[in-house]
T-cell receptor
Framework: EDQVTQSPEALRLQEGESSSLNCSYTVSGLRGLFWYRQDPGKGPEFLFTLYSAGEEKEKERLKATLTKKESFLHITAPKPEDSATYLCAVQASGGSYIPTFGRGTSLIVHP | NAGVTQTPKFRVLKTGQSMTLLCAQDMNHEYMYWYRQDPGMGLRLIHYSVGEGTTAKGEVPDGYNVSRLKKQNFLLGLESAAPSQTSVYFC???????????FGPGTRLTVL
């Protein structure tokens, strides 16, 4: 059974304090790993897709990286508007390809 | 483009009542999904569809039915609502099963 674990569950940062969110996974074979951002009261919004170990993608203050067992979402010099829940989803190479979501990390950035 | 829309935004039901949630997308996506999101549980897949006229069960299908009569619409039905179905429901669509999903704004359902 595919498993996706995100840590920490919640993270509080001061503005400008860089940190990383973790998504560890157990799948028979990785087809793709997705990162989404979810603001309170809204649906998740797509950020990145990573396909193979060593791959990195960046968008503004966010950088996603991938290894064979986990992915990190690095947040550099965060701002209060980066406050949101970040969701990770893993797609296995076999079966239906339907992704499995982690429970998310709630990030709060204080000014 | 409106993207993915959901109707209604909020609903309160009594135990045993029925209702239908409507999801519509204008991106010509083949794949559509229904999730529920509960505190501490993340997103859990209820049902999904790989094309018009097809549906399949997800992780938590019990108590729900779905229909995909038109490519752009995906309906989620609750025949006899239970308090355990109190949740926020999200619809999503994707061009292919391998691609990213586009989510609607959600429906907050309370079953008393």
């Amino acid at each position: 059974e595919d498993q996706v674990t995100q840590s920490p569950e919640a993270l509080r940062l001061q503005e400008g304090e860089s940190s990383s969110l973790n998504c560890s996974y157990t799948v028979s074979g990785l087809r793709g790993l997705f990162w989404y951002r979810q603001d309170p009261g809204k649906g998740p919004e797509f950020l990145f897709t990573l396909y193979s170990a060593g791959e990195e993608k960046e968008k503004e203050r966010l950088k996603a990286t991938l290894t064979k067992k986990e992915s990190f979402l690095h947040i550099t010099a965060p701002k209060p508007e980066d406050s949101a829940t970040y969701l990770c989803a893993v797609q296995a190479s076999g079966g239906s390809y339907i992704p499995t979501f982690g429970r998310g990390t709630s990030l709060i950035v204080h000014p | 483009n409106a993207g993915v829309t959901q109707t209604p935004k909020f609903r309160v039901l009594k135990t045993g009542q029925s209702m239908t949630l409507l999801c519509a997308q204008d991106m010509n996506h083949e794949y559509m999904y229904w999730y529920r999101q509960d505190p501490g549980m993340g997103l859990r897949l209820i049902h999904y569809s790989v094309g018009e006229g097809t549906t399949a069960k997800g992780e938590v299908p019990d108590g729900y039915n779905v229909s995909r009569l038109k490519k752009q619409n995906f309906l989620l039905g609750l025949e006899s609502a239970a308090p355990s179905q109190t949740s926020v429901y999200f619809c999503a669509s994707s061009y292919s099963v391998r691609g990213e999903q586009f989510f609607g704004p959600g429906t907050r359902l309370t079953v008393l």
